[in-house]
């Protein structure tokens, strides 16, 4: 029950998660009497009383605090508390909006990751042409070698494949440009290697601006570059629908002109909105993690639990299991 708006937003959002889907059942773990108050504020709640639980977690991870000192103590934080429910089996994923470090340092801790992954990464859906593409990693590691680019776009791939149903998903590698000699040591270096594994359909590095073009359906990165590329893009997007809405309010006849446009914006508002994206997978732990935006919404909250329903439903960490065991068994044969 973390992030900047507290209980009351992620009370909300489970509570339109479980109005769009009927299968689910959400576990609510916080301190029991700040969440039984934003229940009570929501009519609706009554209704939905036997698919929802509450486990009482007495204290929070601070937004503010060092992944390293999540490992000294917080037993009892609700973060820990969710990931351990994952961890004995008793929920098939965790939705969190708290602290992104400890998240990450406590999913490795309490879920363990597959043979052959060093780091895990964030991945989330980028609106393009056609529809979208995943991009991976988001800030988890702002510092990345050749060889964890290459375990980024395995578990990318594997991850479109298994959820998406994209067959042999394309994979792109961003850089300053696409001739070869371009990019830093470790980019260069991870474009062999991942041009050398018959595993992926490796189409070359992209630029930032064909991240939107529907070019690839996987785009690799550090931490560092795909964190500022996310937050540089929905920035972008809040300035153009702020803009469109200031320019149609300058008149009484750019006013008509939006009732007549009002089906078209609506539409554009809903592919371009990054609520409507917001959930970010934590990809090589041994159970499914979503990490929502701290400063999201309840529409935000919702659609990071679809994101999560849909990734359970699909035994995403199962399969990314099995997929780098089967890889580092190649590995050992001496095929790439």
């Not at 809405?245 to 809903?270: C, G, I, N, Q, T």
């Amino acid at each position: 029950m973390g992030g900047d708006l507290g209980p009351r937003v992620n009370v909300a959002g489970a509570l339109i998660a479980l109005a769009e889907h009927p299968a689910l059942d959400i576990l609510l773990v916080g301190d029991r009497p700040s969440l039984e108050s934003a229940l009570a504020c929501h009519a609706l709640a009554a209704d939905y009383a036997h698919r929802l639980q509450i486990l009482h977690a007495p204290s929070a991870i601070a937004m503010d605090a060092r992944p390293s000192s999540v490992l000294r103590g917080k037993a009892d934080s609700s973060m820990h508390i969710a990931l351990q429910q994952v961890a004995e089996g008793k929920a098939m994923a965790c939705v969190s909006a708290g602290n992104t470090g400890a998240l990450m340092v406590l999913g490795r801790q309490l879920l363990g990751m597959p043979p052959g992954i060093q780091r895990p990464a964030i991945s989330t859906a980028i609106p393009t042409r056609q529809g979208r593409c995943y991009m991976l990693d988001l800030g988890a590691n702002v510092d990345c070698e050749a060889e964890q680019l290459l375990q980024f776009a395995l578990m990318g791939s594997a991850m479109v494949e298994l959820v998406d149903g994209v067959k042999r998903p394309r994979v792109g590698l961003l850089n300053v440009g696409v001739e070869d000699i371009k990019g830093n040591l470790q980019v260069r270096r991870a474009a062999a290697l991942i041009a050398a594994c018959t595993d992926l359909n490796y189409i070359g590095y992209l630029e930032g601006d064909q991240i939107f073009q529907d070019q690839a359906d996987v785009v690799v990165c550090d931490g560092f570059v795909g964190n500022v590329a996310l937050k540089t893009s929905e920035g972008l997007a809040r300035l153009l629908s702020s803009r469109i809405r200031d320019l149609f309010a300058e008149s009484w006849y750019a006013r008509l002109v939006s009732l007549m446009a009002r089906p078209l914006l609506k539409r554009l508002r809903a592919q371009m909105d990054p609520v409507r994206y917001n959930g970010g997978s934590l990809l090589g732990l041994q159970g499914t993690v979503i990490k929502s935006h701290g400063s999201a919404d309840a529409r935000g909250m919702a659609y990071a639990i679809a994101r999560a329903l849909r990734e359970a439903e699909h035994g995403l960490a199962e399969g990314l299991y099995t997929h780098m065991t089967a890889r580092m068994a190649k590995a050992a044969t001496g095929h790439a």
